[in-house]
């Protein structure tokens, strides 16, 4: 198993989605998510398949949400792969 960075952005608010897959298939999403157009900061959270939503924090700029995603999966016992 193991997290890996989607690249298909359909140009929607969210701006970087990682997928933790195990033999094809996706086990946990994570997101980061803006908010910039109704006047808001940025969400971190993970999403499995059966619903389970985890809110992982709120920030006020992209950089910062980008470091919390990247510690989630450095805090996950699965590796990432290359990018």
Same mark, same amino acid.
């Given at each position: 198993m193991h997290w890996s960075r989607?690249?298909?952005?359909?140009?929607?608010?969210?701006?970087?989605i990682w997928l933790l897959v195990d033999d094809g298939t996706v086990e !946990?999403?994570?997101?980061v998510e803006s908010h910039?157009?109704?006047g808001g900061g940025f969400d971190v959270y993970t999403a499995t398949p059966?619903?389970?939503w985890t809110h992982e924090?709120?920030?006020?700029? !992209?950089e910062a949400a980008f470091e919390r995603a990247l510690d989630v999966i450095g805090?996950?016992?699965h590796p990432? !792969? !290359?990018p």
């Open positions: 989607r690249r298909d952005l359909e140009g929607g608010k969210e701006l970087g !946990a999403e994570l997101y910039e157009y109704r059966d619903g389970e924090g709120e920030f006020e700029d !992209a805090e996950s016992p990432s !792969a !290359a």
